[in-house]
Nanobody, 121 residues
């Protein structure tokens, strides 16, 4: 059984920083793309950032220059460093990852349970 567990959310003032972590555990053969999504109250879940197994990154326009996604393949962990936070960044943040549990199995997309980030003005 594969699990993704996020941590690092919390309450921060405008302009502050937080670092989210998401650790994958269980029977894992390989992890391809890893992503961070967020969902604000009353809004659809949106993709914030993606990182490939090779380290290529992509960001949603509103977070470019403020957020940095990274990963530690040895720890099966993806991070999201969030700087210069704004009230509009307030949301539940979710990670997901495309994971194979053995050499011959297809990749499935697993989700974490989410972590709340609240930015006060």
């Amino acid at each position: 059984q594969v699990q993704l567990v996020e941590s690092g959310g919390g309450l921060v003032q405008t302009g502050g920083s937080l670092r989210l972590s998401c650790a994958a555990s269980g029977s894992i053969f390989s992890i391809n793309d890893m992503r961070w999504y967020r969902q604000a109250p009353g809004k659809q879940r949106e993709l914030v950032a993606t990182i490939t197994s090779g380290g290529t990154t992509n960001y949603e326009d509103s977070v470019k220059g403020r957020f940095t996604i990274s990963r530690d393949n040895a720890k099966n962990t993806v991070y999201l460093q969030m700087n210069n936070l704004k009230p509009e960044d307030t949301a539940v943040y979710y990670c997901n990852a495309d994971i194979s549990v053995r050499l011959t199995s297809p990749r499935f997309r697993y989700w974490g349970q989410g972590t709340q980030v609240t930015v006060s003005s």
